[in-house]
Structure formats: structure tokens, C-alpha cells
């Protein structure tokens, strides 16, 4: 299969829908790869990287679009690269088509073949494209809450993990998921003294058990959220309700309760964020301040570390694109019924129920899609 990677043009974003290290594997084992010159810089790989590798390095998008049996992206196509789709091409990328009525329009209209990263499942119900991205965001989120916390940022002024004969930052984090976990460990290594508040009892016991002693957990009642969040130097919003907005677990009113200077970080942001003074940011200008507490706020944290993400990303992605292109998407799909799951859109129709839902579009069922 001929596979084709551009460079990523949606603004702020610096990763890359392949490494060398995946370009290797796909050409190892038959496939031909091409990959628009640059396309590695934001992540830190050349042109010449790629052609160590034996891939080639094409000049423009547009010689990849047209050529292509299999595009690999990171962000969903925009309108420009929508325009250059075809039927018979695979674009294996995340879309979010849910929200977005006109990428899914152009996408329907261009007769693509297309799976989304994020509806991909796997065994245990969790989505094996998006967790990684959830783990990047979460070890940031201590990170760049403790970027704030320092006085020239506007933050209170406290050390994560104090100094000998002070204590040190008492950090919250609401949502045990796979953000809340990552960022408690990050916040708990740098030595905060952290509580995780989640909804779940088995998350909680979980939690518990892995990593009891690390940090504590703590039922997520009004009550005790209020009570902890009044306490707190810096507060990760990190829930989820699949589906549905983020509930607004921190009332503007509650800022007076909290210490002046304390930094409220909001991971879950891109689902319309849980604090309810939450605004999204970007990495070119992240903080602002409510009330005098200091708010992140950014929807797309993990192109801050674009290398890091991009081969998280690449890891995960890399068994799905093996599969695609060693056996064609029918087979691939029909074989398995989580990469099943991440087609969204066939020669012009929506095969994925929640799209259709959204967009009040109807739906062709993936499996019926195979046969045509
Ligand atoms: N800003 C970014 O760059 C970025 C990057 C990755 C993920 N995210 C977002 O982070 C959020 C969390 O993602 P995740 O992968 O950790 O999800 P997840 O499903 O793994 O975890 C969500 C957790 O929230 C808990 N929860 C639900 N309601 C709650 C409540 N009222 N109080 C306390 N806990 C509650 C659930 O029990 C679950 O444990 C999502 O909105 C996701 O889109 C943002």
C-alpha cells in the first residue's frame, strides 16, 4: 500500500501522523511511504530522518493527497485538505465529526473512506487512541499548575513539594480517570500532598489499591469538593460523563472561598471544561486570572510537548495502521471489531451512530459498509 503523511496545518499543532520508527515498519514489511517535507520538524524529525528509514519526501500535500491509497494525520482534514479527499482513499486520523456538520459534509461529499482515532475501542471499553493523549495531558497538568503557582505568573507562590520544615502544595484533583491518575502521580512525585475526588467506588478502590499511600481518594460530594477546593494551591479538573459536557464542579462563588493566588488547571476544557469561570487558552497565551485565582485553560495541552506526544500517539496508532495496510480496511475491519468501531464515515455515508445522531444525518451500519 502506498501511505502518505502531510505536515500538519491546523494552527498550533506540531505533531506528526508518523515517526520514522512507524515508517520503518509499514516499508519492513512491503509498504511504500511519503511524507511532505517537513511534516516531522514540530516533533523534531527531519526530512533526512524519514529517508534513513527508505521513505520518501515529497514536496507538497497536495502529491500525497492525490496519490495515496492510506492518509495518516493527527488532526482532522481541513477544508483545503478536504477538498483534494477521494473514494477509494483511507484517512486514518482523529475527526471529532460530532460538532462539526461542515468537515462532515465535505467529508461525505468527497467519498472517503474514514476512521477516527478517537472511536476506535478496545477490549476493556476503554479508546485506545485517545488514552494517550489523556496520559500526556494529565503528567502535564502538575507541570504547568506548578508554572503558575510561582508568584511571576500570578500564583500563590508555593513549592509542589515544599522544602524541609514547610509543607508542601496541597493539590486536588477532581476525575480518577486516566488524566486524573496520571496527573496525581506527577503531582504526588514532585511532593504535593494530592486527593484524588472521583463518582466511581471501583475507580476508588482501584486507585487505592495501585497507588494508596501515593495519594488519597476522596467521594466527589459537593460537600467535600467545596471543602477540599477551599483548601487547595492548585485544583486539575480532569471528569468526564462520555458524551456529554463537563459538569461545572466549581462555581465562580466558590473563587472567594479560595486562597488568593491558588491555580485552578482545566484539563477538561475541550469538553466545555468543570470550572464554571473556565474560558479555553491557548500555549501562546495560557493563563488569565478570575477573582484572583489563576486559571490554564488550554484545549490542546499536549502539543506543549509535540515529541513526546507524537510518539505516544504513534505507538498507538501503529497496530491499527499495520492492520489497514497489510490486509485493506475491509478485511482489517471485518477481522476486528474495535477498528470496526472507529469508521465513521464510507463513500458518502455516516456509519457511526453518535455522528448521525449529532447531525441528525442517517446512518449506515459499519458492517453493512464493508460490502459496498
Ligand atoms: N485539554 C486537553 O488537552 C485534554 C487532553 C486529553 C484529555 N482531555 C480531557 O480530559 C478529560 C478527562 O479525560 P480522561 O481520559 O481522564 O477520562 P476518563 O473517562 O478516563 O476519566 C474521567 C473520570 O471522571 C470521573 N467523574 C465523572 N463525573 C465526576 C464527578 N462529578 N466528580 C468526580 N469525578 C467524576 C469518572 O468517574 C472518571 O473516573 C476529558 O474531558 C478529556 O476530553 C483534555
Redesign the pocket.
Known amino acids: 500500500m502506498l501511505i502518505g503523511c502531510p505536515k500538519e496545518i491546523k494552527p498550533q499543532e506540531f505533531r506528526v501522523g508518523m515517526t520514522p520508527a512507524a515508517a520503518m515498519e509499514a516499508i519492513t514489511a512491503g509498504h511504500k511511504v511519503i511524507i511532505e517535507t517537513g511534516a516531522g520538524a514540530g516533533a523534531g524529525y527531519t526530512d533526512d530522518d524519514y529517508r534513513a528509514v527508505g521513505a520518501g519526501i515529497v514536496d507538497t500535500a497536495a502529491e500525497i493527497f492525490a496519490t495515496a491509497e492510506m492518509v495518516v494525520k493527527v488532526k482532522e482534514p481541513q477544508a483545503v485538505e478536504r477538498k483534494q479527499l477521494r473514494e477509494g482513499q483511507l484517512l486514518f486520523t482523529y475527526l471529532h465529526l460530532a460538532p462539526d456538520p461542515e468537515q462532515t459534509r465535505d467529508l461525505l461529499d468527497s467519498g472517503v473512506t474514514a476512521i477516527a482515532y478517537e472511536t476506535v475501542t478496545d477490549r476493556n471499553g476503554g479508546l485506545p487512541l485517545?488514552?494517550p493523549?489523556?496520559e500526556?495531558?494529565?503528567r502535564l497538568a502538575p507541570q504547568v499548575g506548578a508554572w503558575t503557582l510561582q508568584k511571576a505568573n500570578g500564583g500563590r507562590g508555593v513549592l509542589m513539594g515544599g522544602v524541609p520544615g514547610v509543607l508542601p502544595a496541597k493539590v486536588v484533583v477532581?476525575?480518577?480517570?486516566?488524566?486524573?491518575t496520571h496527573a496525581a502521580r506527577i503531582a504526588a512525585g514532585m511532593g504535593a500532598d494530592v486527593t484524588v475526588?472521583?463518582?466511581?467506588l471501583p475507580?476508588m478502590r482501584y486507585l487505592d489499591d495501585a497507588f494508596g499511600g501515593t495519594f488519597k481518594t476522596a467521594f466527589?460530594s459537593a460537600a467535600t469538593?467545596a471543602k477540599l477546593v477551599a483548601e487547595a494551591d492548585m485544583v486539575i479538573g480532569?471528569?468526564?460523563?462520555?458524551g456529554a459536557a463537563?459538569?461545572k464542579?466549581v462555581s465562580r462563588a466558590q473563587l472567594a472561598t479560595m486562597k488568593p493566588g491558588a491555580v485552578l488547571v482545566d484539563?477538561?476544557?475541550?469538553?466545555g471544561g468543570c470550572f464554571e469561570t473556565s474560558r479555553p487558552t491557548t500555549h501562546a497565551d495560557p493563563i488569565y486570572e478570575v477573582d484572583g485565582i489563576m486559571h490554564y485553560c488550554?484545549?490542546?495541552?499536549?502539543g506543549a510537548v509535540a515529541r513526546t506526544s507524537t510518539q505516544a500517539l504513534g505507538n498507538a496508532t501503529l497496530p491499527f495502521m499495520m492492520a489497514l495496510a497489510n490486509k485493506g480496511w475491509r478485511v482489517a475491519c471485518s477481522e476486528d471489531e474495535h477498528l470496526l468501531n472507529g469508521l465513521n464515515v464510507h463513500k458518502g455515508h455516516v456509519t457511526y451512530a453518535a455522528v448521525g445522531a449529532a447531525l441528525n444525518l442517517p446512518v449506515m451500519a459499519a458492517r453493512e459498509a464493508l460490502r459496498i
Do not use: K
Not at 475526588?197 to 466511581?200: A, W
Not at 484539563?267 to 469538553?271: C, E, K, P, R, T
Not at 488550554?298 to 499536549?302: G, K, L, R
Open positions: 485517545l488514552a493523549m489523556s500526556v495531558a494529565g477532581i476525575g480518577g480517570g486516566v488524566v486524573g475526588l472521583d463518582r466511581s475507580r466527589s469538593t480532569a471528569v468526564l460523563i462520555p463537563a459538569p464542579l484539563v477538561a476544557i475541550d469538553q488550554v484545549a490542546n495541552m499536549p
